[in-house]
């Protein structure tokens, strides 16, 4: 048998492009979590926590360069 052939993986392992980090203790995942979005400017920070939002409600199609120009509350008695 050909071992690198029974290891080859035919699906992509992470669709989206992420790179596997492992970790060895929750710690030490903290602390590069923490310098990772240090590394963010505000602008990212919140653009992430947009796209959060968006998946938390199931809203699609945000599009942060496209945004409305004017905003309205209607208070209903």
């Known amino acids: 048998m050909d ?11 992470f669709p ?22 240090a590394k963010l400017t505000p602008l990212q920070r919140l653009i992430q926590l947009r796209q959060f939002i968006n998946t938390a409600y199931g809203m699609h199609g945000y ?10 509350i209607e208070i209903i008695s």
């Open 63 to 72: 599009n942060p360069d496209d945004l409305p120009t004017k905003h309205s």
């Open 3 to 13: 071992s690198e052939k029974d290891n080859e993986v035919n699906e992509p392992v």
């Open 16 to 37: 989206y492009g992420r790179e596997m980090k492992i970790f060895n203790s929750f710690e030490e995942q903290v602390e590069y979590e923490l310098n990772e979005m």
